[in-house]
């Protein structure tokens, strides 16, 4: 388990709520906390185009109770784990994301999802006119060294078939301008 998935264990995952009224997120996080759009998009346009994907492991395991059961999934089944950094400008990582693929998802036109190398996800899903998407919900993570991470995570459907995205918004975030 990566530093980054530490973050995600199931003690720091018990206090998700509406991220539209994460009230008690400072100013700056509000706006990516809630944005329903594509974070690939805006990142790009915080990084003047600087934007890349640094894919930290993909592999077949069975997502965190707490996942599953937003999954609608039974227990202990097994998911396509990717864990990646979206990095901006000068190749800095501001998100760690974690995306939570059930087998079934990755059936049909969704196979592609399991190949997508250095490319973020979103930049296939939001061009997909299928794609629908839960409510975000946000939350306050803390590590081990009592360091505290925002982060939202929301089911998204392609073609009626789920996967959940949990993206966490790292320190160097702290001073990228929301783009408008």
């Given at each position: 388990?990566?530093?980054?998935s530490?973050?995600?264990n199931p003690?720091?995952l018990?206090?998700?709520?509406?991220?539209?009224g994460?009230h008690r997120?400072?100013r700056?996080?509000?706006p990516?906390?809630q944005?329903?759009?594509s974070?690939?998009?805006r990142?790009?346009r915080?990084?003047?185009?600087e934007?890349a994907v640094r894919v930290l492991?993909?592999?077949?395991h069975?997502?965190?109770p707490?996942?599953a059961?937003a999954l609608?999934?039974?227990?202990?089944?097994?998911?396509l784990?990717?864990e990646?950094?979206?990095?901006g400008?000068?190749?800095t990582?501001?998100?760690y994301?974690?995306s939570?693929l059930?087998a079934s998802t990755l059936?049909?036109?969704?196979r592609?999802l399991?190949?997508?190398?250095?490319?973020?996800?979103g930049?296939?899903?939001?061009?997909?006119p299928?794609?629908?998407r839960?409510?975000?919900m946000?939350?306050c993570?803390q590590?081990?060294?009592?360091?505290?991470y925002w982060?939202?995570?929301?089911?998204?459907?392609?073609?009626?078939k789920?996967?959940?995205?949990?993206?966490?918004?790292?320190?160097a975030?702290?001073?990228?301008?929301?783009p408008l």
């Open positions: 388990m990566s530093a980054r530490a973050l995600l003690l720091n018990k206090r998700w709520t509406l991220a539209e994460a997120a400072p700056h996080w509000r990516w906390l944005d329903s759009g974070l690939t998009q990142l790009t915080a990084a003047r185009g934007f492991s993909q592999r077949w069975a997502p965190t707490d996942e059961r609608g999934m039974p227990p202990r089944q097994l998911a784990i990717r990646v950094e979206l990095l400008r000068q190749g990582p501001w998100v994301a974690r939570v059930p059936t049909g036109r969704e592609r399991r190949l997508l190398g250095n490319r973020s996800l930049s296939l899903m939001f061009s997909d299928s794609l629908s839960s409510p975000l946000a939350s993570l590590d081990e060294a009592g360091c505290r982060a939202r995570r929301s089911v998204f459907r392609l073609h009626d789920p996967l959940l995205v949990c993206e966490v918004f790292l320190p975030m702290e001073h990228v301008q929301y």
